[in-house]
């Protein structure tokens, strides 16, 4: 049967519009089914309470339930390796942290380079740490603490999360830039550390605020600084450890990424949304009671964000000659 041109034309017309018509679809229909955020760490935590608040505002925008997985082990490594393994669709994210930068020079054999393996999709936060000491301790100042740690050398331990966490890379950095002596002591996880902090076992810990900020409001622990190098609006009274020793920033954050290859105008979508929770004021005051700041932006200046992570502990675990244990 011969089709009459104009018929012709406009079913030709048709078909060459369904490739980006296929797209559009394919867009606007993301996410079709429950997506997952894996957190590389135990629940409770600082990285899995900005996953649970993000993941509850992308719920009631996409429609879709995103539902938060913690996988911990390995300094967040095996739950980082699950979503770089999974199918590049936008239905597996990572929840990362400052641990993934960290871990790509601590240790010496992984799977996967996170940097090459991963797509960013928006950052969430900045969290500062806190530079807390034990009540005994005479120290009240951070110079004060500086000059007491040179007076007793090897005599004050330095507690932390584990080897090469972010309390420990936040003191092997204060102790690199002030030439102090402190015996590193890793404990498994942050509450531990605080347990003994608080007891007197340990001196000083390099914890985030979200986890520290109600021990000092309470008067167990003594706050010295923030390592932000901007004082925390949760804690405005506080100065910062840069204050006293210009250079210094040692923060925690969080951000969402998917694996390589992930279609771009899912990350776009993603991205937007997350942007968009991160300027909603009911949100973003949940995500400032954690001391958090927020990072908004693209998805390439989260990439650069990582980057630039990445340089920066790898140099302190070179010089301190770190290895993951």
């Known amino acids: 049967m011969k089709l009459p041109r104009r018929r012709f034309l406009h079913l030709a017309a048709s078909a060459a519009a369904l490739p980006s018509a296929s797209r559009f679809a394919c867009a606007q ?6 997506v997952r955020l894996i957190v590389g760490f135990a629940a409770g935590g600082s990285t899995d309470i900005s996953a649970r608040l993000i993941a ?9 339930s995103f539902v938060v ?13 699950a979503v770089i393994n999974a199918p590049a669709d936008g239905y597996t994210l990572l929840v990362g942290a400052t641990a993934n930068a960290i871990n790509a020079t601590l240790y010496d054999k992984l799977n996967f380079v996170f940097l090459r393996d991963i ?5 969430l936060i900045r969290v500062p740490n806190v530079m807390e000491v034990n009540l005994s301790l005479p120290s009240r100042t951070v110079p004060e603490f500086i000059a007491y740690a040179k007076a007793n050398p090897g005599k ?4 932390s999360g584990g080897v090469g966490a972010a309390s420990h890379m936040a003191g092997e950095l204060f102790k690199a830039m002030t030439g102090i002596d402190m015996v590193h002591v890793p404990y498994r996880g942050v509450a ?4 003994d902090l608080i007891g007197g076992q340990v001196q000083v810990l390099f914890d985030t605020m979200p986890n520290a ?3 000092i409001k309470a008067g167990k622990l003594r706050a010295l600084g923030v390592t932000t190098t901007m004082r925390s609006a949760a804690m405005p009274e506080l100065p910062t450890v840069a204050e006293f020793l210009p250079g210094y920033e040692s923060s925690a954050w969080y951000g969402v990424s998917a694996p390589k290859g992930t279609r771009a105008d899912i990350v776009e979508k993603l991205n937007k949304e997350i942007n968009a929770g991160l300027s909603d004021p009911k949100l973003s005051a949940r995500f400032a009671e954690l001391g958090g700041i927020s990072i908004r932006g693209s998805a390439a200046e989260f990439g650069k964000l990582i980057a630039d992570e990445t340089e920066k ?10 290895k993951a244990e």
Do not use: D
């Open 29 to 34: 229909a993301y996410p079709a089914r429950p």
């Open 56 to 64: 509850q505002w992308l719920t009631e925008r996409l429609g879709q």
């Open 69 to 81: 997985e913690n996988r911990p082990g390995a300094g967040s490594n095996i739950g980082t390796e």
């Open 119 to 123: 797509a960013p999709v928006a950052g």
């Open 156 to 159: 004050l331990s330095m507690a």
């Open 192 to 195: 531990p550390a605080l347990a």
């Open 213 to 215: 900020i109600e021990y």
């Open 313 to 322: 502990w790898g140099k302190v675990v070179k010089f301190a000659g770190i």
